[in-house]
């Protein structure tokens, strides 16, 4: 499997940017997927999840309210819409694909990793 992240930049506070993570070589709609931050000198983080069918998604209360996660299966993209970005918002941006089962909210969790798009906002 192959996750190409993109959509990452520098923003102001309080504004937007939606990610995107490419995916090819697995059936794409019969996974789950989610995404990730790292902040400098941080542990890596859960961000979203969602379902294989997009039906059920998931998010810590750190950003429940500001980002949407969401997926096309029909074109093998998964997104992340970010609004009302703060800085404490920068990080690495990491999508990833779980092939079983267990919680979203844990990295050990998935399989597979994108290389990461950085997102950077200015206070």
């Known amino acids: 499997v192959q996750l190409q992240a993109s959509g990452g930049g520098l923003v102001q506070a309080g504004g937007s940017l939606r990610l995107s993570c490419a995916a090819s070589g697995r059936t794409f709609s019969n996974y789950d997927m989610g995404w990730f931050r790292q902040a400098p000198g941080k542990e890596r983080e859960f961000v979203a999840g969602?379902?294989?069918?997009?039906?059920?998604?998931y998010y810590p209360d750190s950003v429940k309210g500001r980002f949407t996660i969401s997926r096309d299966n029909t074109k093998n993209i998964l997104y992340l819409q970010m609004n009302s970005l703060k800085p404490e918002d920068t990080a690495v941006y990491y999508c990833a694909l779980k092939l079983g089962g267990g919680s979203h909210y844990y990295s050990r969790h998935y399989d597979y990793w994108g290389q990461g798009t950085l997102v950077t906002v200015s206070s």
């Open positions: 969602i379902s294989w069918s997009g039906s059920s998604t």
